[in-house]
């Protein structure tokens, strides 16, 4: 397990990688950190071939709201 730091948070997390191959393009290769104990994706990371991060997404805070 990884640790993602939100906020003054500090989730354990699951690394899952999703590759996307699409014909006649280059395959995009995601890493994403899963908190089981949320239910969540809490950061996704596009990776470039040589598998360093290209580009990505990280929550800064994170909120709860009750379903109506």
Do not use: H
Request: hydrophobic share 35%; charged share 30%.
């Amino acid at each position: 397990m990884a640790k993602v730091k939100i906020g003054e948070c500090v989730y354990d997390t699951w690394r899952v990688e999703e590759r996307l191959e699409l014909e006649g393009r280059p395959p995009i290769t995601l890493e994403q950190s899963y908190s089981p104990k949320l239910g969540i994706i809490l950061r996704t990371m596009v990776l470039s071939d040589d598998r360093e991060t290209f580009s990505g997404v990280q929550y800064d805070t994170i909120e709860a709201a009750a379903l109506n």
